[in-house]
């Protein structure tokens, strides 16, 4: 079976009584992702196990499993992106993979051997922007204990400068010249008890990948302050020498009006020197606004957008508001490096495929081309 199944993880490094093996934190891991199990529901089954009849009787150690499930995720996160014996300091984003198919300089593309005579729209970065109201959290019970293991590594940005763009930015309500939207009214919605009414971030537009260290809490409904904050941190990963980003969001067309004098007033916001933004909005919600902006703003007038529909990001909530109830209790940083963990395996599980899903695409091209009847003569 392996000689990790023999190694132990101790539950404490000062004074160790309890131990865990590789086997059962790895398979915690992976029922945490497949089946998004949470770790009262695998502790309950490892009872179970131990003792069928009495499984009340069997020690509870749920604590500690919830304690080195979290070193256990750090050390293979680690160990996964080739830091597991580097003391170097981690940059932003360094413990997440991205889309191996979007342009990324130094990454997958050379810009030095880059034809000037190309068009911009061939180096195109495109993002998709939303929020997901069903990632909540609760205020922590002790806040003053938490301690983050990844901050800012992972998907979900560093804390602490996230907070001080927050407290530097003015909270203005624009009123909407467009159709009355959902989210627009959401920018004022109650918080209760709540420290996070939901998440927001970016994910490219075309394989749906989530942009490392573009995910940001809301703390009162989907606000602009939150998504300027996010698209600027998107925007600035890996885009050297990329001149044209074209971001989807489903009210740019009032998001994207005051974007620059936003981005100027802030010390916090910054975007790559010379990228133009193209505004664009998915083909199911810019039939909900007027006329004028599918005219405008439909990926099927935009330059380079080719055929996209700008909507892969709701496709990508849906597996992870599986695990968002287990994680709404959670402390603030434990609740984050969950989420981290669930996008980084989104972005695997994307990324194992992407070859197998271009080859069934070109065959599928193919075959409807060899299907089109010829005209008579």
Not at 168 to 191: F, G
Not at 264 to 287: K, N, R
Not at 350 to 358: A, G, L, P, R, V
Request: proline share 5%.
């Amino acid at each position: 079976m392996g000689l990790q199944y023999g190694c132990l993880f101790p539950a404490s490094f000062t004074s160790p009584k309890t131990a865990f093996t590789f086997a059962v934190l790895d398979d915690f891991l992976l029922d945490n992702l497949e089946c998004r199990t949470s770790a009262m529901n695998y502790y309950s089954k490892l009872r179970r196990i131990t003792s069928s009849v009495f499984p009340h009787l069997v020690p509870d150690r749920y604590r500690e499993l919830m304690r080195v499930g979290r070193q256990w995720r750090q050390v293979k996160q680690l160990k996964w992106h080739g830091f597991g014996h580097e003391k170097r300091k981690l940059k932003a984003g360094e413990l997440a993979l991205f889309c191996p198919a979007c342009p990324q300089p130094s990454v997958n593309l050379s810009m030095s051997d880059r034809n000037r005579s190309d068009p911009a729209w061939l180096y195109l970065r495109s993002l998709v922007m939303d929020g997901n109201f069903k990632a909540e959290h609760l205020h922590p019970t002790n806040p003053t204990n938490e301690v983050a293991l990844t901050d800012g590594l992972g998907f979900m940005v560093s804390d602490a400068r996230y907070k001080m763009h927050l407290s530097q930015v003015q909270d203005i309500v624009q009123r909407s010249d467009c159709n009355n939207h959902r989210v627009v009214n959401q920018a004022n919605a109650s918080c209760h008890r709540l420290e996070a009414t939901g998440i927001g971030g970016c994910a490219c537009a075309r394989h749906g990948c989530f942009v490392p260290h573009s995910m940001v809490d809301f703390q009162k409904g989907e606000r602009q302050m939150n998504m300027d904050y996010a698209l600027c941190q998107a925007l600035g990963y890996n885009t050297d020498g990329i001149d044209w980003a074209l971001t989807f969001y489903d009210i740019n067309c009032q998001y994207n009006k005051h974007l620059s004098k936003r981005i100027e007033d802030s010390p916090y916001l910054d975007l790559p020197w010379g990228m133009e933004i193209i505004p664009g909005i998915g083909l199911w919600h810019v039939h909900g606004h007027q006329d004028k902006c599918y005219v405008r703003y439909a990926s099927n007038f935009i330059t380079g957008a080719t055929r996209i529909d700008g909507e892969i990001m709701e496709t990508l909530w849906a597996p992870l508001n599986i695990i968002s109830p287990s994680a709404r209790g959670m402390s603030t940083p434990h609740r984050k490096e969950c989420l981290d963990f669930q996008m980084n395996d989104c972005n695997f599980i994307k990324m194992i495929h992407i070859s197998e899903q271009y080859h069934v695409i070109q065959l599928a091209n193919s075959n409807a081309f060899r299907q089109i009847p010829l005209p008579k003569i």
